[in-house]
């Protein structure tokens, strides 16, 4: 599986941005997919997850409310909406693709795509 993130940019606090991850090479049923991001100087952390199958999803706390993430059957490719961004969301984003049983452990993840750089002002 390759992965591509997309949908980066500058936004102003309180501004919503959308961030997209495509698929190629082996569509993404029956795992799950991730977000995960990476602040400077700070570690790789968990941001949502959705299962392809059902849609379950799961979200860390700082987004959980502002965050939605969703998926595109047809297109194999999955989403998250960022509102009410804030400059603590500033980071680059990537997407990560894993197993059944993957969910807010970036070590359950087998595929990462290369990141996208999200940068929000005060």
């Known amino acids: 599986v390759q992965l591509q993130a997309s949908g980066g940019g500058l936004v102003q606090a309180g501004g919503s941005l959308r961030l997209s991850c495509a698929a190629s090479g082996r569509a993404f049923s029956s795992s799950a997919v991730g977000w995960f991001r990476q602040a400077p100087g700070k570690e790789r952390e968990f941001v949502a997850r959705i299962m392809w199958s059902g849609s379950s999803t799961l979200y860390a706390d700082s987004v959980n409310g502002r965050f939605t993430i969703s998926r595109d059957s047809a297109k194999n490719a999955v989403y998250l909406q960022m509102n009410s961004l804030k400059p603590e969301d500033t980071a680059v984003y990537y997407c990560?693709?894993?197993?059944?049983?993957?969910?807010?452990?970036?070590?359950?993840?087998?595929?990462w795509g290369q990141g996208t750089l999200v940068t929000v002002s005060s």
């Open positions: 990560a693709a894993g197993g059944v049983y993957a969910a807010a452990y970036a070590g359950h993840y087998n595929y």
